[in-house]
């Protein structure tokens, strides 16, 4: 019930193509469901995050879209560039006892020049 | 400001040595969060420091142990090393307890051997 499932394990995107990273939960008590993005030899950065009180939130090229019903979440990149290559993490935490995130196995994400 | 810290960047160990892991915290944060990520996984996270006492674990041994000091730097423990403790380790710190932003540290590869 802890786990946070992410699909796809790799993606490969053309350049200007449209990144979608899914991911799925089981623990109704998680309300924060954050983005990571990692680089080879740096640590995860936050990347987007969203609450289940919304159903989608967009900054920039990057948009969650959140359906509670469904418990699923997912990451769109727009426009997707060389320099998005990267792996992604989704990942969920819960507001009480809120110190513990969950984080999915991850999606390597590669954009064709 | 300054960003998370870890030291060192990488190490050998040999199994059934022990091992010292560093961090120091983003200015201003008193939580610090540690995580272990397996080649190819998501973090998993270990435990968390909140003003120099332990305030959460996840499922990992006694072996794995922790301080924070005043300052909110942190260290990382891992006593009697076994193959699969061969991770990258991270740490993240928060302003506070509750706060769901962390923002980590570039990792310690640790390989034992």
């Known amino acids: 019930q802890q786990q946070v499932k992410q699909s796809p394990q790799s993606l490969i995107v053309q350049k200007g193509g449209i990144s979608i990273i899914n991911c799925a939960y089981e623990n109704t008590a998680f309300d924060y469901f954050p983005w990571y993005q990692q680089f080879p030899g740096k640590g995860p950065a936050l990347l987007i995050a969203i609450r289940p009180d919304v159903s989608e939130k967009k900054e920039g090229r990057f948009t969650i879209s959140f359906n509670k019903s469904a418990k699923q979440f997912s990451l769109h990149i727009m426009d997707s560039q060389p320099g998005d290559s990267a792996t992604y993490f989704c990942a969920a935490k819960a507001d009480t006892g809120g110190f513990k995130t969950i984080f999915g196995a991850g999606t390597r994400l590669f954009v064709k020049a | 400001e300054t960003g998370v810290t870890q030291s060192p960047t990488h190490l050998i160990k040999t199994r059934g040595q022990q091992v010292t892991l560093r961090c120091s915290s983003q200015s201003g944060h008193n939580t610090v969060s540690w995580y272990q990520q397996a080649l190819g996984q998501g973090p998993q996270f270990i435990f968390q420091y909140y003003r120099e006492?332990?305030?959460?674990?996840?499922?990992?041994?006694?072996?794995?142990?922790?301080?924070?000091?005043?300052?909110?730097?942190?260290?990382?423990?891992?006593?009697a090393l076994e193959l699969d403790d061969s991770a990258l380790y991270l740490c993240a710190s928060s302003l506070l307890a509750g706060s769901h932003e962390q923002y980590f540290g570039p990792g310690t590869r640790l390989t034992v051997t």
């Open chain 2, 53 to 79: 006492e332990e305030n959460g674990r996840g499922n990992f041994p006694p072996r794995f142990s922790g301080l924070q000091f005043p300052n909110y730097s942190s260290e990382l423990n891992v006593n």
